[in-house]
């Protein structure tokens, strides 16, 4: 009686080591399918990066040149456009250096003078 339940232990001790080995392979696989996974995932990550950066480098250096073939904005010539009876003396206007002058009342003392006081 007592080989009986000792050998009916011995394969209940065999059944669970062999349940126990199919567990840790088991689990090796899973161990080594996540590592494939985070490996692939990591490839794929690197790789969008390296497309994303190609892309936008790309569209910046669209954008540069586009930029660069834009042409400066003229310069506003204030006295082509502003008509002469705005000046007291046309000729002490066009006398004056002209720069950049943005204010069409500032080409001459006289006028500037008159325009400040209709501000006022």
Not at 29 to 42: A, G, I, P
Not at 56 to 75: D, G, S, W
Not at 93 to 109: D, E, H, N, Q
């Amino acid at each position: 009686m007592w080989a009986r339940i000792e050998l009916l232990n011995s394969q209940k001790l065999m059944l669970e080591y062999e349940k126990y080995n199919e567990l840790q392979a088991k689990s090796q696989r899973m161990q080594e399918d996540y590592e494939n996974q985070l490996r692939e995932l990591e490839k794929s990550k690197q790789g969008g990066l390296e497309e994303l950066t190609e892309f936008y480098e790309a569209k910046l250096r669209e954008t540069c040149l586009r930029l660069e073939q834009v042409p400066p904005p003229p310069l506003p010539v204030i006295l082509d456009v502003w008509p002469a009876k705005l000046c007291c003396n046309l000729s002490t206007c066009l006398s004056v250096p002209f720069t950049a002058v943005v204010c069409p009342f500032a080409r001459c003392a006289v006028c500037a003078r008159r325009h400040f006081k209709r501000i006022r």
